[in-house]
């Protein structure tokens, strides 16, 4: 029962940098997100997505890409890595009906140097 | 847009004691979800409790419990009976039930310590 699984943990990029954050549930959720962590502002969300196909920005979009080809997948790109993306980055899913609990990934804490 | 406030960056509790962690919200809706996460040093986010804005009984689970003032927006979280374990990082959550997908507004959070 693996959840919400997200790869990699860790991971340091030099400023332009390109790399991808990957995002994989088993719980057949139509909803996922991605959200950053940052001291002091708590999480704020990136981009998110209502099933496959269908994506949308969230509150802090700008720098990152995404795409959902499959219900289970929901990758995040990063086009060309700036410091200001230093942060820990969490994906999420969840149905879209009855409890409406998110389930979250164990994060990625990104470096950019 | 909704906003989320957590004026507390920190609290301490001794071990056995209760504690009471602030979130106060900002909304033009009336039909929401309100929820407190907790986050250890794991990095983990574990959702601890929800309560629905229709609802006008306050949530409960186990040692921890809400005071839901919806006049107000205000969500505090109770935790009794405080145990070790305990000690994390507290995030207060909007979600708007008008809205489609997973859409979280987060509170920057609150640390808290437990002392033994």
């Known amino acids: 029962n693996a959840g919400v699984t997200q790869t990699p943990k860790f991971q340091v990029l030099k400023t332009g940098q390109s790399m991808t954050l990957q995002c994989a549930q088993d719980?057949?959720?139509?909803?996922m997100s991605w959200y950053r962590q940052d001291p002091g502002m708590g999480l704020r969300l990136i981009h998110y997505s209502v099933g496959a196909g269908i994506t949308d920005q969230g509150e802090v979009p700008n720098g990152y890409n995404v795409s959902r080809s499959t219900t289970e997948d929901f990758p995040l790109r990063l086009l060309s890595a700036a410091p200001s993306q230093t942060s820990v980055y969490f994906c999420?899913?969840?149905?879209?009906?009855?409890?409406?609990?998110?389930?979250f990934g164990q994060g990625t804490r990104l470096t950019v140097v | 847009a909704q906003t989320v406030t957590q004026s507390q960056p920190e609290m301490s509790v001794q071990e056995a004691e209760t504690v009471t962690l602030s979130c106060t919200y900002d909304t033009s809706e009336s039909d929401y979800y309100l929820f407190w996460y907790k986050q250890p040093p794991s990095r983990q986010m574990i959702l601890v409790i929800r309560q629905e804005a229709y609802k006008q009984q306050n949530a409960t689970e186990n040692r921890f419990s809400v005071n839901f003032q919806k006049a107000a927006k205000s969500f505090s979280l109770k935790i009794s009976d405080s145990q070790l374990g305990d000690a994390a990082m507290y995030f207060c959550a909007y979600r708007s039930a008008m809205e489609y997908g997973n859409k979280l507004v987060f509170g920057a959070g609150t640390i808290l310590r437990v002392k033994s």
């Open positions: 999420a899913s969840s149905y879209s009906g009855g409890t409406l609990e998110a389930f």
């Open positions: 719980m057949n959720h139509e909803y």
